[in-house]
């Protein structure tokens, strides 16, 4: 299995550019999850989906977009890049009884 | 407000050393603590989880306490090794999606 995998593992934006940060998983689970990991703090949902054409808000939701049309794949969009959105992105899946499993990160750097 | 504190922030042993790590968590209602190892440039991993029943959890050289009343959690490591180095991030859950992390204790084990 590969779990959950995360593309591109870096990425450099000019303020104002657009991407989509890609995240899929094979372990058919339900529940999967975006987070933003900065230095000094916990990491912070952004957004969150419990299945299929379900998405919903986390803590820090402002400047980013989400989708769900498979159980597979979580992508997320960053609409018009900010300095502020210089981070480490984590994808996350869970289902069941399981841990939240992450993919091993995004780091975004806005110029 | 849910909050999860670690300490210490960091930590430096040497080889073959033990160390404890400490957790005090404010969320309410308590489903389950889980403690992540999060190696440099990974995602993290579950190494233990902790549901409000179980005061004690071992997983090899790593052993998990919870004490429920006084809402901490510590992680022991024994006989440390080097691949032992990394962040240690302790996650609070009220139940799916409310995971709240801890800011991390980054261990450097020296040989």
């Known amino acids: 299995n590969a779990g959950v995998t995360q593309t591109p593992k870096f990425q450099v934006l000019k303020t104002g550019q657009s991407m989509t940060l890609q995240c899929a998983q094979d372990?058919?689970?339900?529940?999967m999850s975006w987070y933003r990991q900065d230095p000094g703090m916990g990491l912070r949902l952004i957004h969150y989906?419990?299945?299929?054409?379900?998405?919903d808000q986390g803590e820090v939701p402002n400047g980013y977009n989400v989708s769900r049309s498979t159980t597979e794949d979580f992508p997320l969009r960053l609409l018009s890049a900010a300095p502020s959105q210089t981070s480490v992105y984590f994808c996350?899946?869970?289902?069941?009884?399981?841990?939240?499993?992450f993919g091993n990160g995004t780091r975004l750097t806005v110029t | 407000k849910n909050q999860v504190e670690q300490s210490p922030q960091s930590l430096i042993i040497l080889e073959g050393k033990n160390c404890t790590l400490q957790?005090?968590?404010?969320?309410?209602?308590?489903?389950?603590l889980r403690w992540y190892k999060q190696d440099t440039g990974r995602g993290p991993v579950s190494l233990t989880i902790?549901?409000?029943?179980?005061n004690t959890k071992s997983n090899g050289r790593y052993t998990a306490t919870l004490d429920a009343d006084t809402k901490q959690s510590s992680l022991h490591i024994t006989a440390s090794q080097l691949s032992d180095s990394a962040s240690y991030i302790c996650?609070?859950?009220?139940?799916?999606?409310?995971?709240?992390f801890g800011p991390g204790t980054r261990l450097s084990v020296l040989p």
């Open positions: 996350a899946s869970t289902g069941g009884n399981s841990p939240l499993h």
């Open positions: 372990m058919n689970h339900e529940y």
């Open positions: 989906s419990v299945g299929a054409g379900i998405t």
């Open positions: 957790c005090n968590y404010t969320v309410s209602p308590f489903s389950n």
């Open positions: 902790m549901t409000f029943s179980e």
């Open positions: 996650v609070v859950s009220e139940g799916r999606p409310n995971f709240v």
